[in-house]
């Protein structure tokens, strides 16, 4: 196959999960952002699976346990999904508010953990 090839981009991003189950943030980062470059290279920029791997690796910057966190990038790679993501299905989409709500909750720490005590009383 290669390193540049599909396969290997889909097996990175899968590993993605395992690493996030064994709480091994940098190694989740690490293996997420070789994913992006060979898949976007594969997709291009703006594909709807792009869009789903920035939101991943956003997460995983914004993680509060992640001894590598970094707010700013998490932003700005959530900025990027949610931006592909309005492109393909419009404003309006359940996906593109998924990532909505998401980018909300790293922008409004406060808000958000106040808006999920409510829930979890409710």
Not at 17 to 29: G, I, N, P, R, V
Not at 60 to 76: I, M, P, S
């Amino acid at each position: 196959f290669g390193p540049s090839h599909s396969r290997v981009g889909q097996t990175l991003k899968h590993m993605i999960t395992l690493y996030e189950m064994q709480e091994k943030w940098s190694a989740a980062l690490k293996v997420g952002e070789r994913a992006l470059v060979i898949l976007s290279k594969i997709f291009g920029e703006d594909h709807f699976n792009i869009a789903t791997l920035l939101m991943r690796i956003g997460v995983l910057y914004a993680n509060q346990d992640n001894k590598d966190r970094d707010v700013d990038k998490a932003k700005e790679l959530l900025k990027r999904a949610l931006a592909i993501r309005e492109r393909q299905f419009g404003k309006d989409s359940p996906k593109t508010k998924e990532l909505a709500d998401v980018l909300y909750e790293v922008e409004h720490p406060e808000e958000a953990a106040e808006k999920e005590r409510l829930r979890m009383e409710a």
